[in-house]
């Protein structure tokens, strides 16, 4: 089909408009030869238009289908106007910003902040191919990204557009997208420096303009640097062409650098700068438009202060420069003058100029030289040099040219700077360039300033050019398609007219070389040398400009300034001048020459890389070989030739940002502007290059679905769809040449698609007339069927009615004649009945008209009488009432009088004596017999009161009797057994006292037998002295070499303890999240051993450097150098109650118990560690070296002993306690005090005999073989003999006390034990009375008191408890003082140990063996098993490391759990704390190692899940907290853990099930994630929706089966290893959100997923989960299914958004159902939604208003001011609580399976 014969009836097209550019038009009639009549759609006017050449008709309009498609490209009918309408349809309608143009992204600038920037806008972008979603800046960006990772080849963005069409914010997001992705894992925050430069940049090289309030006015290329793991690893950045003529002149309404108003703002801040207002400045006031709505300059102020913080740039160098900014802006304060004692106009400055002294203050520069410069000049002849004074106009150029050297040389100097800090030193092997670029500029004044712009426009155009004909190329070769070469515009004709030898910049160059060259000069050598190039064109009129044709438009320059701004030229007098003041270093730095300014300000390090080398940035003057400085426009050629160097080394890609309105409208488009910049951004041209070739392509399998339709049934090969589509294409495309086919993929020339759209239609329209038509025949057949029925029945009838009728008619004419007679008489008769009838009838109506008439007027005489009456009366009533109402007034009036003239009269009356009395006789009396009666009823009622209060008093005591008499017979029997065991209890306190007396007289006798020793001893140490005075020298350097090393140690503690302090803080910052990341670090690089640490040592110390630290941190405090400070560390008073709790709130008491508990514990930890070192170090530095045992002796002895344990017992005695336990404490403390004694003088002893010992030692260290010189006469050999008798008869001695004390004890346990038969007894009786109900208040009286004393007993057992901890604590003292006494010298000491241990141990046991309440049954086994420590580590590694899930599974759910704790038990059993420590450390340790080795199995994620809730269960079970009791049984409450404390554990535990936890979601949506796509937004099952007839799906291999397949073996693990019910339903509800929300954004993001048929798919797809949620998870009751349901209702909304009517009828309920959908997902959703067909109905923006409008209003009013997000939050994890779980095994029935292979390592006890 030729292009003309598609201009038929009902064609639309584009025609041209001059306001809109272009307008739709429908055609109304079939084209003609020349004529082309037309309807235009606005306004309904009709047009003829001529066609001169068929080739140029009116561009036709592309199909509803393609309207608003992501990709120009895309559309059928490539050309200005659909392009246009496609960007206008998705800006405006649907709020789409961005939009494909083949590898372009036009991005329109909304003037309003979407929420599509968020970071899980960036996840959902991240891993896509650049199509799959949206447009967007991030698409391009992970498009760069994923080319970087897989082709190893650098990448580069080129943003470009003009001002105020959002290039800055585009490359920022650019720069945020890689900053996540490519987060630096090392922590330096090299991605937060990157984006910390952009306010910086924008402060000093942004303004506001008439086009936008921060426009860049400087180009920039940031290159963002990768290692090879392709994280970032530095940055670097390079300018381009700084505008510094702004920097002097503004235009109006436009202003200055932001950064001068940002110093302004802060000038309170910054007195020493001597700024002021803004407005004062003349460098800043010349546009008249000093602020922007909106932005706070002070705010901006500090904003860059931080960005200069964060970029390392030091405080004063920040002062430095903003110095150099205030100088700035006075100097262009300084007045120039004309002098007044000249002729002429020769400069003069004022000598009280106080700007000008602020320079010279600031600068440091001398103010006469300075004022010198800025006046005069250097002229430099053959012969001399001479120097002259300067006119205002060129005095203030060359004022105006130093201000803009030194902004200039400031912004160079801070861009080294920033790359300074960009440069981490890491290594750097791939980049991505980010070009933020002016684009193509014309105004009506255009100067160098934009032929600079147009020039580097016309290089990026020449690239993007040839590489978007190479991309089209490869396309083509790559689908293996014949096509010819494609014409498309070329720019270097253009450029060749810039950079020839006699081009434009050459000749500029060699004119600013002349001594007088001008800038007509120059124009005319133009005219002269490039006349001969086809881009160059002379002006109409004047000879002062010149025109350039470029691709985008004819611009024409204005040659004034061309050569001042492009030599850029300083006087050297004054930079001289700025050089030699002293006052700032930054100054000097800037102004120095090339070789000085590299010593003092490094340039940033690059690597090498192609491109890279070539010249410096514009920002930065350079100079040329010879030494002469280089012009600006050799400069910007050679970094602009630098810069395609890089982009043509790299993989480009584009971003085209566009201005759509002048006035900063938000979603408003301004045709004419925007068609503007498309052509002058390259846009069309790509368009055109597209459209030259095969811009349409379809992939086989759509094209099919799409026009399947254009074939024959017969036809269709779905085993071959490229044999079907040819068929379809040869058919109805009869040119071969409009269409290719590729490998994967049709190619049709433009308008092809168009026209099979329009075929289709038809054949649509064809298919539904002819269905009409079929219809309509068998609606007409049937009702012609229908009627010839009925005609045949109806001819029937007529005929058998004729037939009948002509029978009848023969009989009546027969009967006729007989019957005539008859009739004729009858009707005579009856004519005259009838008159007479009639006659009558009107007689009786006519009779009663009149009676009638008669009664009606009666009727009303009678109602009207009646109405009279009533109306008469009612008048007489009236008037009666008047009259007797006024006779009322009258009577009122007389009696009123007569009542007044009364009242007188009685008033006289009243005032008279004789009345008065008269009235209070009466009443007197009537008082005095009132008085009298109240008197005898009082005197009545204090005789009864007494009785009363006797009667009930006598009551009270009575009921009281009862109750006392029944408490003495209760209490009888106790009081004599009571008695009786006080009574052996004063016997046993008799024996002991005299034990005591002979206790006492042996201890005299030992004192006076010590002391004789005593003075033998001092004799012999007075003799032993004199002659150690011989090796005092050697004594003396032995002290200087322990000097040596107290201080060494002494260093080497302080670095400890600092050391200490320091992890113990990032210890208690740090979260689990960091933990694996670093560990990953640690594995890279390990850290030395004295700093490896774990998150259960949090609460501990580090031990020496060379060990490795234990897990020590819970519990309790642990030993940190020996044995000697852990004991002076235990927390004896732990756990004691200093009096009963007050009965408040249990829970919140116990809470805050443990948290205070918890902290008292850390502080003291903390404080005890740091005592410990400082006492260590004090000790070390004061003590003497030798004999430090006495002093030992006494701290240990006494401050452990009598302190700590005087405490706990005067606690007891002040307890409130019974009689009996009065008199027990009184024993105990009579007791104590004899023991105290004894200990005093064993102390002494082996002070003494440890003094001693040592000295014989040191004496035979220090003799050697010559110790029989002191031994001559067998004096210590004698000595050593008594010492020892006296050792073994104190031995004896204790001995003897010791076996005392046992048989007292034993006779002691046997009268408890039968006491505890007859508590046994009375306590069952009591349970009987109990549990029944109290028949009198006697019974009830009883059983309160029995209650209490059981609380009392209870009370007593609590002490009695207390005290067996406190035996316990009692024998880990007596071994480390047994093992000192064996330090001491003293070997004898086994037997005093073993005594001592079998006196505990039976204390304890005897203490243990006291039940609560009733005494139990003894079983077999105690729950607990026993390990040796050298087997831990093979423990560990058979019950974690090597424990496999499919072994696991077929043994006790949790059985490695209840094992650990059984193990736990049993190191708390035997008083074993580091071992304990240790046990916990490697069970976690073991774990994190399986869950890190094994970090993609669900299995082993969810087997130590459930083991470590297990554990933690176990912990809180067995902690002996109450409320964790309520449903133990007694035996497990008697299993619970006695001595440690392991709360903090629980703790620990709790969060690392968390990180199992968390770690099996990330596991489990990380593998769900690959089928969410093509179970529910892909997957097709309904056949004939959008695609063929399937096969029904397999049962685990495609659609929503396999996903349901994923979720059910995740559930069936769950259970298999019995995690508890509650997480499971926290687990699944997680997983369906994010099935959700992954969907939701995926569908957001999607325009083809958009449409009817998709949303019934998904909606069925989606039905397949909730009806897996309905049978799998309704074991956990209605609520939870409930909720697990509840978060897929988002995407169902959606989905049934989709699907719903969309009239304006139904916005409130469409409302309604997206209840759980934002207003912001609702209308992206609508303004995506694309009919399929042309009948179905389309979205109006009418229908969206009302929707948002609406949705809005129910969010409340401060729903705008909340930020709201596109996309669901896909990272968001709902809180989970690990819920008390007890188990109801027992732990004495657990067995060790075989399979564990744990035999001889365990022991069942």
């Known amino acids: 089909m030729t292009t003309k014969e598609l201009y038929t009836k009902d064609a639309r097209i584009w025609v041209e408009h001059p306001l809109y550019v272009w307008e739709g038009a429908t055609v109304t009639s079939d084209y003609r030869s020349g004529v082309l009549i037309v309807k235009i759609d606005q306004t309904g006017e009709i047009r003829q238009i001529k066609i001169s050449d068929e080739t140029k008709l009116p561009p036709l309009r592309n199909p509803s289908l393609l309207i608003g498609q992501n990709d120009l ?17 998705r800006f405006c309608d649907r709020n789409a910003i961005y939009t494909y143009c083949g590898i372009v992204l036009v991005a329109i600038n909304p003037y309003y902040d979407l929420p599509i920037y968020g970071d899980e806008t960036i996840m959902a972008y991240r891993g896509q191919s650049m199509g799959d979603l949206d447009p967007h800046i991030f698409a391009v960006s992970e498009e760069a990204y994923t080319k970087l990772e897989r082709e190893r080849r650098d990448q580069s963005i080129i943003v470009s557009g003009e001002s105020g069409a959002g290039k800055t914010v585009s490359a920022k997001y650019a720069m945020r997208y890689f900053a996540a992705v490519g987060g630096n894992a090392s922590e330096t925050q090299v991605e937060r420096k990157v984006l910390a430069s952009s306010p910086i940049m924008e402060a000093i090289g942004n303004a506001k303009t008439t086009r936008n309030d921060n426009s860049s006015r400087f180009g920039k290329f940031i290159e963002i640097h990768f290692d090879n793991q392709y994280r970032i690893s530095g940055a670097s950045m390079r300018t381009y062409l700084l505008e510094k003529s702004r920097v002097v002149y503004q235009s109006p309404g436009e202003r200055n650098y932001h950064i001068f108003y940002q110093l302004c703002s802060a000038s309170h ?39 200069l913080t964060i970029l390392g740039v030091s405080e004063s160098e920040q002062q430095n420069m903003f110095t150099v900014l205030a100088a700035i802006l006075h100097l262009g304060n300084v007045r120039l003058e004309c002098d007044p004692d000249a002729d002429g106009d020769d400069a003069f400055i004022d000598a009280g100029d106080a700007h000008l002294s602020a320079v010279c203050a600031l600068l440091g520069v001398r103010r006469p030289e300075l004022a010198r410069w800025l006046t005069h000049r250097r002229i430099a002849s053959a012969h001399e040099v001479i120097e002259a004074r300067m006119d205002v106009r060129r005095a203030g150029a060359a004022r105006d040219a130093l201000a803009k050297r030194l902004y200039g040389e400031l912004f160079a100097w801070l861009v080294r700077a920033v790359n300074r800090a960009l440069d981490t030193g890491h290594a750097r092997r791939h980049f991505i360039g980010v070009l933020d670029i002016y684009g193509f500029e014309t105004f009506e004044i255009n100067s160098f300033e934009q032929f600079c712009i147009n020039y580097a426009n016309e290089k990026l155009q020449q690239q993007f050019n040839s590489h978007v004909f190479k991309l089209e190329q490869d396309e083509y070769i790559k689908e293996e398609i014949s096509w010819k070469m494609i014409d498309f515009y070329d720019n270097q004709p253009c450029i060749n007219l810039i950079e020839d030898r006699l081009g434009v910049l050459a000749l500029l160059d060699e004119e600013c070389r002349v001594p007088q060259g001008s800038d007509r000069g120059f124009v005319a050598k133009l005219h002269d040398k490039c006349a001969k190039y086809p881009h160059f064109l002379k002006p109409r009129f004047g000879d002062a400009a010149f025109i350039i044709k470029h691709f985008a438009d004819d611009v024409e320059y204005q040659c004034g300034g061309f050569l001042e701004k492009n030599r850029d030229t300083v006087l050297e007098e004054q930079l001289e001048c700025l050089r030699a003041g002293a006052g700032c270093r930054l100054v000097r730095a800037m102004l120095a020459e090339p070789g000085e300014q590299s010593a003092t300000l490094p340039a940033p390090r690059r690597r090498p890389a192609a491109g890279l080398a070539a010249g410096p940035a514009l920002t930065q003057p350079g100079r040329r070989a010879s030494g002469q400085k280089a012009t600006v426009g050799a400069q910007f050629r050679a970094s602009l030739s630098a810069l395609m160097g890089t982009l043509s080394a790299t993989t480009p890609h584009y971003v085209r940002c566009i201005k759509p309105n002048d006035t900063k409208q938000a979603f408003q488009f301004d045709a004419a502007r925007a068609v503007h910049q498309l052509r002058a951004c390259g846009v069309l041209e790509t368009i055109r290059i597209s459209s030259a070739g095969f811009p349409s392509r379809w992939l086989y399998q759509d094209f099919f679905q799409r026009y399947r339709l254009l074939c024959r049934s017969k036809d269709i090969d779905r085993a071959n769809i490229k044999k079907t589509c040819s068929i ?4 109805h495309v009869k040119d071969p040449d409009k269409y290719q086919f590729g490998a994967t993929k049709i190619f049709f020339r433009a308008g092809q698609v168009a026209f099979l759209e329009k075929v289709r239609a038809e054949l649509q329209r064809l298919y539904c007339v002819r269905v009409q038509s079929c219809v309509r025949g068998f609606v007409a057949r049937r009702r012609y069927a229908r009627l010839t029925r009925a005609l045949r029945g109806l001819q029937a009838h007529a005929r058998a009615f004729l037939v009948r009728r002509k029978v009848q008619e023969i009989r009546r004419n027969r009967a006729a004649i007989k019957i005539q007679r008859n009739v004729r008489g009858w009707l005579a008769r009856t004519k005259y009945r009838r008159l007479r009838k009639l006659a009558i009838g009107l007689q009786a109506r006519c009779r009663g008209y009149l009676a009638r008439k008669l009664y009606k007027n009666k009727k009303i005489l009678k109602v009207t009488i009646g109405l009279q009456r009533y109306a008469r009366g009612y008048l007489a009533r009236q008037k009666a009432k008047k009259k007797r109402r006024q006779i009322v007034i009258c009577q009122s009036a007389v009696r009123r009088w007569a009542a007044r003239r009364q009242y007188k009269r009685l008033r006289i009356e009243a005032r008279s004596l004789d009345h008065v009395k008269t009235l209070n006789k009466g009443l007197e009396n009537k008082i005095i017999s009132l008085q009298q009666r109240l008197e005898d009823a009082l005197g009545r009622a204090r005789r009864i009161e007494p009785l009363q209060a006797a009667i009930a008093e006598l009551k009270a005591k009575v009921e009281t009797l009862k109750l006392v008499e029944v408490e003495a017979k209760v209490l009888k029997v106790d009081i004599v057994s009571k008695d009786n065991l006080l009574n052996t209890l004063r016997v046993d306190i008799a024996n002991e006292k005299e034990a005591n007396k002979r206790l006492i007289e042996e201890k005299r006798a030992i004192e006076e037998e010590y002391k004789k020793h005593k003075e033998i001893w001092e004799a012999e140490s007075e003799k032993l002295a004199n002659e150690l005075k011989s090796n005092k020298e050697h004594y003396e350097m032995a002290i200087e070499e322990r000097d040596k090393q107290h201080e060494a140690e002494k260093k080497a503690l302080c670095l400890e303890l600092e050391s200490e302090r320091q992890s113990r803080q990032k210890l208690l910052s740090s979260q689990y999240e960091l933990q694996e990341r670093f560990d990953s670090i640690q ?86 560690r740091a005592a410990d070192l400082e006492e260590r170090l004090m000790n070390r530095m004061t003590s003497p070296p030798s004999n430090p045992d006495t002093d030992r002796f006494r701290v240990e002895e006494l401050e452990i002993e009598n302190k700590k344990l005087r405490e706990h017992l005067e606690r007891l005695r002040s307890a409130d306690t019974s009689q009996t336990s009065r008199e027990i404490v009184e024993q105990l403390s009579a007791m104590q005090e004899e023991l105290d004694r004894r ?39 004698t000595a050593y003999e008594a010492q020892k008798g006296i050792n073994r008869q104190l031995q004896e001695e204790l001995s003897a006390e010791k076996k005392f004390y046992a048989e007292h004890i034993s006779k002691v346990k046997q009268e408890m034990d039968r006491l505890r038969d007859e508590n046994e007894k009375y306590q069952k009786l009591l349970s009987a009375d109990l549990s029944q109900e109290p028949k009198n208040k006697t019974q009830e009286y009883a059983q309160n008191e029995i209650i209490r004393l059981a609380s009392e007993s209870l009370a007593i057992q609590e002490r009695v408890d207390k005290l067996s901890e406190s035996c316990r604590r009692y024998k880990n003292q007596i071994r480390l003082l047994v093992g000192k006494l064996k330090e001491a010298g003293v070997e004898d000491v086994q037997d005093i140990l073993e005594g001592n241990e079998t006196i505990v141990s039976q204390n304890t046991s005897t203490a243990l063996e006291i039940p609560p309440v009733m005494r139990k049954k003894e079983r077999e086994y105690l729950g607990m098993f026993e390990y040796k420590l050298q087997d831990e580590g093979t423990i560990i590694k058979k019950l974690i490391t090597e424990l496999k899930p499919r072994v696991a599974t077929s043994l006790l759910p949790g059985l490695p759990a209840y094992i650990l704790f059984m193990m736990l038990r049993h190191t708390d059993h035997v008083d074993d704390e580091p071992k304990m420590h240790q046990l916990i450390k490697a069970a976690r340790t073991a774990v994190k190692k399986v869950i890190k080795r094994r970090a993609e199995s669900v299995e082993y994620y969810a087997l130590w899940l459930a083991n470590m809730l297990r554990l933690l269960n176990n912990l809180r079970q067995y902690s002996g907290d109450v409320k964790y009791q309520a449903e133990n049984t007694p035996r497990q409450n008697q299993q619970s853990l006695r001595i440690f404390d392991l709360s903090e554990y629980r703790q620990v535990l709790s969060d690392q099930a968390i990180s199992i936890y968390q770690g099996l979601i990330t596991l489990l949506e990380r593998q769900l994630e690959r089928l969410i796509m093509p179970a529910i937004l892909e997957y097709e099952e309904i056949s004939g929706l959008s695609g063929p007839p399937r096969a029904a799906p397999a049962a685990a291999s495609a659609g929503p089966a396999r996903l349901k397949h994923e979720l059910g073996a995740t559930h069936d693990t769950l259970r298999a290893h019995a995690v508890d019910p509650p997480l499971r339903v926290i687990l699944f509800r997680q997983l369906f959100y994010y099935i959700c929300a992954y969907s939701l954004n995926q569908l957001l993001l999607r325009k083809d997923l958009c449409c ?27 609520k939870s299914m409930e909720e697990i349901l509840s978060v897929l209702k988002p995407i169902t909304q959606a989905v049934q958004l989709l699907q719903a009517r969309k009239s304006m009828a139904d916005v409130s309920s469409t409302v309604e159902m997206c209840a759980d959908l934002s207003a912001v997902q609702v209308c992206k959703i609508l303004n995506m939604y694309t009919p399929a067909e042309e009948y179905e109905v389309k979205v109006t923006r009418e229908f969206i208003h009302e929707i948002q409008k609406l949705m809005q209003e129910r969010a409340g009013p401060n729903a705008n001011k909340e930020p709201q997000s596109l996309l669901m939050d896909t990272k968001m994890i709902y809180s989970v609580h690990f819920e008390f779980s007890p188990s109801p095994i027992r732990l004495e029935d657990i ?15």
Not at 285 to 297: E, F, L, M, R, S
Not at 1101 to 1127: C, H, K, M, W
């Open 1791 to 1805: 067995e060790v399976p075989e399979v564990l292979e744990l035999n001889g390592l365990l022991t069942k006890i």
């Open 728 to 731: 379809v294409l040869e058919r």
């Open 1083 to 1168: 594995t890279r690089a390990p850290v030395p051993k004295e700093h490896r640490r774990s998150l259960s040592d949090a609460s501990t110390n580090s031990q020496q450097e060379i060990t490795v630290e234990d897990d020590f941190g819970y519990g309790s405090v642990r030993s940190v150098e020996s044995s000697r400070p852990a004991l002076e560390a235990v927390n004896w008073s732990a756990g004691s109650h200093n009096g009963p709790a007050p009965m408040a709130d249990a829970g919140l008491v116990l809470r805050m118990q443990n948290r205070i508990s918890v902290l008292q514990s850390e502080l003291s930890r903390t404080a005890k």
């Open 1652 to 1678: 009817w048929a998709k949303g019934l798919q998904i909606r069925y797809n989606i039905s397949h989960l909730e009806t897996w949620i309905k049978e799998h998870l309704a074991e956990y009751g209605q």
């Open 269 to 307: 801040y910054l007195p020493e700068l001597k700024l002021d207002h803004q407005d004062s400045f003349h460098y800043l006031n010349q546009g008249g438009c000093p602020n922007i709505d909106g932005v706070d300059d002070l705010k901006a102020f500090n904003d860059t202060k931080n960005a």
């Open 73 to 89: 490209t895309s559309l059928s009918y490539l050309h200005e106007p659909a392009v246009l309408h496609n960007l206008k349809v």
């Open 1239 to 1277: 200990r005093d003088e064993c102390i002494q002893l082996k002070n003494v005999l440890t003094h001693q010992t040592v000295n014989l030692k040191s004496l035979a260290s220090n003799y050697g073989s010559d110790v029989d010189i002191i031994n001559e006469d067998g004096e210590l050999a």
